[in-house]
Each structure stands twice: as structure tokens, then as C-alpha cells.
């Protein structure tokens, strides 16, 4: 703590300005935008345990809020400087218990980036209290990417968490189709339930576009083997029997949209292994 007292007050000396009149880019010179950047501008005797403090510095004495700005370090043990460890658990604890509950994986303790992205936030806030995260705010941060990497991953969990708390507008979902194959062919109930299982499904996206294609595969199937079977509630399980055949037998280019350019009308084959 001392040792980052006497840092500041030496840069004031060396630029001739007091702390109080630094603009955001003068508190960040002092900063660095890594360790390896502070260490460069700052005393040899100044360890890696000033910069963290330095932090806290320019929070209260200068309004800083670019911590987006300064690189990888542990935004919760600032968070909890600041404002209280025990307020900032309790904050923490309460979006967990939210998506927990939803059974996302960000809720579990071993989690770092709900972590993360809230300790962000409220920094960014200059509250500790989710009441105080709008929906403006949340929209800003994503705009602006005004944090981390690890951050920006975790602020559409948490502001499904805080919106059901009832403190900003849940994130509008826009489907998004591009790069995800036209359900051209498709039966339009099962196209339905294709739709409603990618908007829904706890996959990670890339997952679900590899799987949609395939659903949408399958819907072409149904139009030339079974037209009467337009509905996932109406298979039985001969009909399942049935694809799992048509898939033993299929060929590559069968039931698609596109032209297949490579081994167009020869047997699926799976994917060879990459030798570990």
C-alpha cells in the first residue's frame, strides 16, 4: 500500500501535475496496459504486489473505470477492495444461485467468468449492487467491449440473471441464420421444432450448427419416406429404426440443399482420427 503511495506521488512529480486533475489516459500511463508495460515506467523497487493497489488509486482518487484497458488480473480482488469482499460475494452469490438454478455451468464455484464479468461490471458501475445494472449498461458494455475477454463471454448469463431479479430488460434474442442451411424441403412442423430446439438448447453454438443441417436432413427424409410424419411427437419406433437404415445406407449429397463438389453419390464414411 505504501509502496503504491509513493509511486503515485512520484509521478506526480514527474509530470507536474496533481492526481486529481489526470485524465483517464494519464492514470493509464501511470498503469500500463500489462505489468510488463508498468514495470518499464515505474521504480526497479516496485513489485508486482503495487500495481494492484495503484488500482484501487486510481478508482477513488481519479474516477477510472478502463479497467478493460489494463489486461489480465483478478477483477474480484478489486472488486472486493473496493466496495467489500463480503457485499461482492453476497452479489456474486445471488447471480448463481439464478443461473444454478437454470443449470447453467457459469453458476458453479469453480467458475471464473460470471466472477469476472460482474466484478466488471460493477466496477464499470462504480456500485456493488446488481440493482443498479441497467439495461443501457449492459448494452454499452457489449458495444463498447468494455471488458475482458473472459468478461464479455459471461455478460449474456449475467444479464439473464439479473433480469430475472427484475433489475434491467432480458437480452433480446435475434435468431441468426447466417452460415446455419435453409430449411428448404423441410416439413413445416418439423422445421418448427428444429427452430425451437437451436434457440433453446444448452449446446454451445457451434455444436448446434453442426446438428441443425442434419435435423434439416432429416426433415427432407420424412417429406420422401414419410410425408405423413411431420411432427417429432408422431414417430415411433419403427420410424426410427427406418432413419437409422436410411442413414446406414445414405450417400453423401442425399437429402441436402447444396451441391456436394467432393464424393458426391459415394457411402458416408466417418471422419478419419487425428493420431494423437
Given at each position: 500500500?505504501?509502496?503504491?503511495?509513493?509511486?503515485?506521488?512520484?509521478?506526480?512529480?514527474a509530470?507536474?501535475r496533481?492526481?486529481?486533475?489526470?485524465?483517464?489516459?494519464?492514470?493509464?500511463?501511470?498503469?500500463?496496459?500489462?505489468h510488463?508495460?508498468?514495470?518499464?515506467?515505474?521504480?526497479?523497487?516496485?513489485?508486482?504486489t503495487?500495481?494492484?493497489?495503484?488500482?484501487?488509486?486510481?478508482?477513488?482518487l481519479?474516477?477510472?473505470?478502463d479497467?478493460?484497458?489494463?489486461?489480465?488480473?483478478?477483477r474480484?480482488?478489486l472488486?472486493?477492495?473496493?466496495?467489500?469482499?463480503?457485499?461482492?460475494?453476497?452479489?456474486?452469490?445471488?447471480?448463481?444461485?439464478?443461473?444454478?438454478?437454470?443449470?447453467?455451468?457459469?453458476?458453479?464455484?469453480?467458475?471464473?467468468?460470471?466472477?469476472?464479468?460482474?466484478?466488471?461490471?460493477l466496477?464499470?458501475?462504480?456500485?456493488?449492487?446488481?440493482?443498479?445494472?441497467?439495461?443501457?449498461?449492459?448494452?454499452?458494455?457489449?458495444?463498447?467491449?468494455?471488458?475482458?475477454e473472459?468478461?464479455?463471454?459471461?455478460?449474456?448469463?449475467?444479464?439473464?440473471?439479473?433480469?430475472?431479479?427484475?433489475?434491467?430488460?432480458?437480452?433480446?434474442?435475434?435468431?441468426?441464420?447466417?452460415?446455419?442451411?435453409?430449411?428448404?424441403?423441410?416439413?413445416?412442423?418439423?422445421?418448427?421444432?428444429?427452430q425451437?430446439?437451436?434457440?433453446?438448447s444448452?449446446?454451445?453454438r457451434?455444436?448446434?450448427?453442426?446438428?441443425?443441417?442434419?435435423?434439416?436432413?432429416?426433415?427432407?427424409?420424412?417429406t420422401?419416406?414419410?410425408?405423413?410424419?411431420?411432427?417429432?411427437?408422431?414417430?415411433?419406433?419403427?420410424?426410427?429404426?427406418?432413419?437409422?437404415?436410411?442413414?446406414?445406407?445414405?450417400?453423401?449429397?442425399?437429402?441436402?440443399?447444396?451441391?456436394?463438389?467432393?464424393?458426391h453419390?459415394?457411402?458416408?464414411?466417418?471422419?478419419?482420427?487425428?493420431?494423437?
Amino acid at each position: 500500500m505504501h509502496d503504491a503511495v509513493a509511486v503515485l506521488l512520484l509521478h506526480c512529480a514527474a509530470t507536474g501535475r496533481s492526481y486529481w486533475d489526470w485524465t483517464g489516459q494519464e492514470w493509464l500511463d501511470l498503469l500500463g496496459q500489462d505489468h510488463a508495460a508498468f514495470q518499464r515506467s515505474a521504480p526497479r523497487w516496485a513489485d508486482e504486489t503495487v500495481r494492484p493497489f495503484l488500482y484501487a488509486h486510481a478508482y477513488h482518487l481519479g474516477e477510472f473505470r478502463d479497467f478493460h484497458r489494463l489486461g489480465r488480473f483478478n477483477r474480484l480482488t478489486l472488486a472486493g477492495r473496493i466496495f467489500g469482499k463480503t457485499l461482492v460475494t453476497s452479489e456474486l452469490d445471488r447471480v448463481r444461485s439464478v443461473l444454478t438454478r437454470w443449470g447453467y455451468r457459469y453458476g458453479q464455484d469453480h467458475d471464473k467468468t460470471i466472477p469476472a464479468a460482474t466484478s466488471q461490471i460493477l466496477l464499470l458501475n462504480r456500485s456493488p449492487h446488481l440493482e443498479g445494472l441497467t439495461t443501457d449498461l449492459f448494452t454499452r458494455a457489449r458495444q463498447e467491449s468494455l471488458n475482458t475477454e473472459d468478461g464479455l463471454r459471461g455478460l449474456h448469463p449475467l444479464q439473464r440473471a439479473v433480469a430475472a431479479l427484475g433489475f434491467c430488460d432480458p437480452l433480446s434474442m435475434v435468431p441468426a441464420t447466417r452460415g446455419l442451411g435453409k430449411a428448404t424441403g423441410v416439413p413445416e412442423p418439423w422445421a418448427k421444432w428444429v427452430q425451437r430446439w437451436f434457440d433453446t438448447s444448452t449446446l454451445a453454438r457451434s455444436v448446434r450448427r453442426h446438428h441443425r443441417p442434419i435435423l434439416h436432413k432429416t426433415g427432407r427424409w420424412l417429406t420422401t419416406e414419410h410425408p405423413r410424419i411431420a411432427d417429432p411427437t408422431a414417430w415411433t419406433r419403427q420410424t426410427c429404426a427406418s432413419w437409422v437404415a436410411a442413414v446406414d445406407r445414405m450417400n453423401v449429397g442425399d437429402y441436402v440443399v447444396r451441391a456436394v463438389s467432393s464424393g458426391h453419390g459415394q457411402p458416408l464414411r466417418p471422419a478419419p482420427r487425428t493420431p494423437t
